[in-house]
């Protein structure tokens, strides 16, 4: 028997359509339309979780990662100074944000951070705002991370005594191929992100403590270098005194120390918390999480210090200025003076690698936010819920951002100190608050003194370096812009996530499905629920709307709940009031809810039901007005519209009667 020919697989052919919908597949992937639950990419509750000290190294190649350049931008900012500056900031660090971001922890435990207990403590319009405010600082602090570490791994790159000649002078394209090699990873798929932190974490921390240790070891054999830095400050400065207040006038430059802490909130779901931990009570993680950011405060308040202070003390001034040899990179330049350029090079490779990978940490806290907030509130289109079109949105930015600043490290640390000191700023009003609704006076009164210095240090800071804050204005400037026109555009969909009818309310829409095959629903306005009200209601609907006079109705009220909303669930409730059938539910958009309602019902029983309203009294554009920034207004023709939207089938599609 002869095997006869296989026959040739159908080949597709590739259309333009066919293209742009796996185009669209391919950048849509993992998109939810779990509206309202989502929080992020990477706030998911992952499959699998791990040890505090390990998720410690995912928010720590943020955090520790700024050794490898706040050495440097410290000596710059304060010179001589440096260490006594840095003192001050490690214990505004251990006595202020630690503290803050504890409490943080305890009430943020699935990881929203300080924006989302701001959020729950203003309510309505003001509180949206505000957290788009915040958005934007945060916007900058996360994308200046990203910049700013692949500008500074740049530095060490081209400093290299090994690197081609034509890096220099290429410092925006190398950092644009870092940036892009970064958005790759994402777009790929970001995996075991947790074990490659905790190896470059221990490397690179590694790497730094034997530099430091080094360093000492020549500071203790030339101690002359001691009295020298000494002198040279009383020269400058006068006596001790007045430089412990210079010392507090300067902290604010070096706040890119203060880094990292929202980051370790973030980074919450993924610590493994006790067997008997709840959803509402997750002991173990909140235990792992306050673990977490106090260990990592403590390394990076010890590495600080001595980085500082040998730095400065081993380091000419002029060489940290831009041109100079230790611009950016101080330790790097001990590492290859004190031990070798081939120990130099190891130094710099890992510093390379951990820069690039605390722009992934924040390219995920980029993920997180926008995602979290900006589709809940309407405020942005649904496929910004997927990962891939966000990261090159960020990714674009980010060129930008490198083009603009010609990839300069100094450049970008007035920027990058203003978002980090916001959202510290934000973080200790969001507990001082907390603390005052749950009367606890004393700690009330320490966390708004922590909150009344770090607003000092971040006036100063802006004050100081306003390039910061105008950065910072044009990200919030953007999102509240695309914000207000993602929000009209999206007026006109369903915005419930879910729609849940109680046991009453279902035995009315069934009993009339089931028995007369029609569903007739009559809109009628809450805050007039008397007898008479709904008598002439009803009777008015019958003789201009043609209800058969023994057809029985529904009324349906719907409560103004929270305008500011855009996503909610809905609940609906049943109630015999009068002899007669009202349906009871609460939201934020009228329309919106009553279209939502009716097409619960359809999916309910089967029936696709009527709806009867009134026109609308007043002016048409004044009412539409009302319903954009309050949620009412021309109730009956929006209701149309978006079941329009939502439901293309005419047959399917609830009707609405308008007398």
Known sequence: MTAQPESPARVEPSTPHATERRMRSWLLHG???TAGTHQGPHAETPEKTHSWWRVMCLTGVDYFSTLGYQPAIAAVAAGLLSPLATIVLVLLTLFGALPVYRRVARESPRGEGSIAMLERLLPWWGGKLFVLVLLGFAATDFMITITLSA???????????????????????????????LAAVFLRGFREAIGIAVVLVAIFLTLNLVVIAVSLFHIGENPVVIGNWWDALTVQHGNPFVMVGIALIVFPKLALGLSGFETGVAVMPQITGDPTDTPAQPVGRIRGARRLLATAAIIMSSFLILSSFVTTLLIPQAEFQAGGSANGRALAFLAHQYLGDGFGTLYDVSTICILWFAGASAMAGLLNLVPRYLPRYGMAPQWARAVRPLVLVFTVIAFVITIVFEADVDAQGGAYATGVLVLITSASVAVTLSARRARQRKRTIGFGIVALVFVYTTVTNVVERPDGVRIAAIFIIGIIAVSLVSRVQR????????????????????????????????????????????KKKLSAERKYSGIPQRSPV??????????????????????????????????????????????????????????????????????MGRFFLTGVGEVAPVTREVLRRAEPSRSRRPDVHVS
């Open 31 to 33: 998109l939810t339309e």
């Open 151 to 181: 500008a500074d791994a740049t530095a060490h790159a081209v400093e290299n005594p090994f690197a081609p000649s034509w890096f220099h002078g290429a410092e925006v394209p190398l950092t644009l191929v870092l940036v892009a090699l």
């Open 491 to 534: 007026s006109f969909q369903l915005r419930a996530t879910s729609v849940t009818l109680d046991d009453t309310a279902l035995s009315y829409v069934r009993e009339d499905a089931d028995e007369y095959g029609t569903i007739r629903v009559i809109a009628h306005e809450p805050g007039r629920e008397v007898a008479e009200i709904y």
């Open 554 to 623: 529904i009324f349906l009220e719907v409560h103004k709940g929270d305008s500011s909303n855009f996503e909610e669930d809905l609940v609906v409730t049943g109630h015999a009031l009068h002899g007669y059938r009202v349906l009871r539910t609460t939201s934020g958009a009228v329309p919106n809810a009553v279209a939502s309602v009716l097409l619960a019902i359809r999916d309910e029983t089967g029936v696709v039901p009527d709806i009867y309203f009134e026109w609308t009294e007043g002016n048409p554009l004044s009412n």
